[in-house]
């Protein structure tokens, strides 16, 4: 049974004009009819370029968004759009990890009891345990138990996101999303968070929804990955399959465009070039969402849209790469 199933989810966001009588004239295309499943103890990778909808999603499995269609279910409970009092036990088992360590943490507060919130919220323990209890996460995260009355602006970068990774396991949650937990901190901070993160995920049996806009970053934390665009899920594949086997050209390009140590393999698998802009999600464009800046599409990609489809390897685009054409039709390259 899967822990998570997102089916043909989305969220759009209303566009207004005027000042004073304020009236709609469009809406965000943030999130348009994403479906995805998560197995207990698996790490499913997300990954696309900044504003395709990465975040979003996040937000509305956990709850944080109301959702304009689509279902979301959570260990076989419908959670969608839940009320804020319908929606609390679930905070214990979905807790998100934010981006910014800096922006994430009240500066304020004194960490001890930035970590200490949830148990707080969720009435766990007398004031003594829930002390003990933060300092043994503090321990378990890499962190001095006894610069717990410390504030954050004391602490390092690579230190602030250990704080908020022991806020998020405070509760010993089932699910955690990481919403780009590492993509403020330096190369080497980053690779010590990622460490982090698999050694919990194998001591607690945690399953996480790790999000990024860098392949390679997912590249050894994940078990799937899945790829979007404006939106949309493009490819969804086993993340070795995925990285030795890209079938969509938007996959391909974001992976020709990731960092590799052996030059002579760089120089082997090339470097794919996108032309253009990302197009505004306010006016997608039709058929296939890529198909302006794609070098295989063809006439049929700017009139309907590919199917994500396919067996273990999905992915949504008429003329995959390694696959053949639909009969009459041929593809740019």
Same mark, same amino acid.
Request: with cysteine; proline share 8%.
């Given at each position: 049974?899967?822990?998570?199933?997102?089916?043909?989810?989305?969220?759009?966001?209303?566009?207004?004009?005027?000042?004073?009588?304020?009236?709609?004239?469009?809406?965000?295309?943030?999130?348009?009819?994403?479906?995805?499943?998560?197995?207990?103890?698996?790490?499913?990778?997300?990954?696309?370029?900044?504003?395709?909808?990465?975040?979003?999603?996040?937000?509305?499995?956990?709850? /944080?968004?109301?959702?304009?269609?689509?279902?979301?279910?959570?260990?076989?409970?419908?959670?969608?759009?839940?009320?804020?009092?319908?929606?609390?036990?679930?905070?214990?088992?979905?807790?998100?990890?934010?981006?910014?360590?800096?922006?994430?943490?009240?500066?304020?507060?004194?960490?001890?009891?930035?970590?200490?919130?949830?148990?707080?919220?969720?009435?766990?323990?007398?004031?003594?345990?829930?002390?003990?209890?933060?300092?043994?996460?503090?321990?378990?995260?890499?962190?001095?138990?006894?610069?717990?009355?410390?504030?954050?602006?004391?602490?390092?970068?690579?230190?602030?996101?250990?704080?908020?990774?022991?806020?998020? /396991?405070?509760?010993?949650?089932? /699910?955690?999303?990481?919403?780009?937990?590492?993509?403020?901190?330096?190369?080497?901070?980053?690779?010590?968070? /990622?460490?982090?993160?698999?050694?919990?995920?194998?001591?607690?049996?945690?399953?996480?929804?790790?999000?990024?806009?860098?392949?390679?970053?997912?590249?050894?934390?994940?078990?799937?990955?899945?790829?979007?665009?404006?939106?949309?899920?493009?490819?969804?594949?086993?993340?070795?399959?995925?990285?030795?086997?890209?079938?969509?050209?938007?996959?391909?390009?974001?992976?020709?465009?990731?960092?590799?140590?052996?030059?002579?393999?760089?120089?082997?698998?090339?470097?794919?070039?996108?032309?253009?802009?990302?197009?505004?999600?306010?006016?997608?464009?039709?058929?296939?969402?890529?198909?302006?800046?794609?070098?295989?599409?063809?006439?049929?990609?700017?009139?309907?849209?590919?199917?994500?489809?396919?067996?273990?390897?999905?992915?949504?685009?008429?003329?995959?790469?390694?696959?053949?054409?639909?009969?009459?039709?041929?593809?740019?390259?």
């Amino acid at each position: 049974m899967n822990l998570l199933e997102v089916d043909d989810l989305v969220k759009h966001f209303p566009v207004h004009e005027g000042a004073v009588l304020r009236r709609r004239v469009g809406q965000v295309h943030a999130v348009d009819g994403v479906s995805l499943t998560l197995a207990p103890g698996e790490t499913l990778g997300l990954v696309g370029e900044t504003g395709c909808g990465k975040s979003t999603l996040a937000r509305c499995i956990a709850g /944080l968004y109301p959702v304009t269609s689509g279902k979301v279910v959570f260990d076989g409970q419908d959670i969608t759009n839940l009320s804020r009092g319908a929606m609390r036990p679930f905070r214990r088992d979905v807790q998100v990890m934010f981006q910014d360590p800096y922006g994430s943490l009240n500066p304020r507060r004194r960490v001890g009891s930035i970590i200490a919130d949830p148990l707080v919220i969720h009435g766990i323990g007398t004031p003594k345990e829930r002390r003990r209890a933060v300092a043994e996460l503090m321990e378990r995260v890499g962190l001095n138990p006894e610069h717990y009355n410390r504030f954050p602006a004391e602490f390092s970068g690579g230190q602030r996101q250990r704080i908020g990774v022991a806020r998020a /396991l405070a509760l010993r949650p089932r /699910l955690i999303i990481c919403d780009e937990p590492v993509s403020a901190l330096d190369v080497s901070v980053q690779a010590q968070i /990622l460490n982090l993160l698999k050694d919990l995920q194998d001591d607690f049996g945690l399953t996480y929804l790790f999000i990024a806009h860098d392949l390679s970053v997912v590249r050894h934390v994940s078990d799937r990955i899945a790829v979007m665009y404006l939106g949309r899920v493009v490819e969804l594949a086993e993340a070795g399959e995925l990285y030795e086997h890209p079938r969509h050209p938007y996959a391909d390009a974001l992976l020709s465009a990731t960092a590799v140590a052996d030059p002579d393999a760089a120089d082997r698998r090339g470097r794919v070039v996108l032309t253009g802009d990302v197009p505004s999600p306010i006016d997608p464009p039709s058929g296939c969402r890529f198909h302006p800046r794609c070098p295989r599409a063809g006439d049929v990609c700017a009139v309907r849209e590919p199917l994500l489809e396919g067996a273990a390897h999905l992915a949504a685009c008429h003329f995959p790469i390694g696959g053949d054409p639909p009969a009459g039709e041929r593809g740019r390259s």
